[in-house]
C-alpha cells in the first residue's frame, strides 16, 4: 500500500512561485509513474504533470513552460514546481501513483 502525503501548498501573488512536495511510502516508489492533479471549486480533477518510472514527463498545455514535474526516487519524493503562477492556477493539487493511491491534497491560492 502506497501513502502519498502533499505538501508546499500556500498563498501567493500572481507572478510568483511555489513547490509542491509528495512524499511517498509503501511500495516500490521507483518502479510506480505518478501525477499530480488539480480540483478547483465546482470543477472537475484535472491532469497538471505526470512523470513515468523513467522519468519521461508530460504537462497539461495551461502550464507548460510554467510547471515542472520531476522526482527523486532516493527521497522517495515527487516535486512540482510552478512559476508564472496565476488566479486561474487556484486548486487543491493532488498527488497520484499509478497503482490507484491519491493524497490528501494541498491547497494553492494565487492572488490577483
Known amino acids: 500500500q502506497v501513502q502519498l502525503v502533499e505538501s508546499g501548498g500556500g498563498l501567493v501573488q500572481a507572478g510568483g512561485s511555489l513547490r509542491l512536495s509528495c512524499a511517498a511510502s509503501?511500495?516500490?516508489?521507483?518502479?510506480?509513474?505518478l501525477a499530480w492533479y488539480r480540483q478547483a471549486p465546482g470543477k472537475q480533477r484535472e491532469l497538471v504533470a505526470s512523470i513515468s518510472s523513467g522519468g519521461g514527463t508530460t504537462c497539461a498545455g495551461s502550464v507548460k513552460g510554467r510547471f515542472t514535474i520531476s522526482r527523486d526516487n532516493t527521497k522517495n519524493t515527487m516535486y512540482l514546481q510552478m512559476y508564472s503562477l496565476r488566479p486561474e492556477d487556484t486548486a487543491v493539487y493532488y498527488c497520484?501513483?499509478?497503482?490507484?493511491?491519491w493524497g490528501q491534497g494541498t491547497q494553492v491560492t494565487v492572488s490577483s
Open positions: 509503501g511500495g516500490t516508489f521507483g518502479f510506480i509513474a
Open positions: 497520484y501513483a499509478d497503482t490507484g493511491y
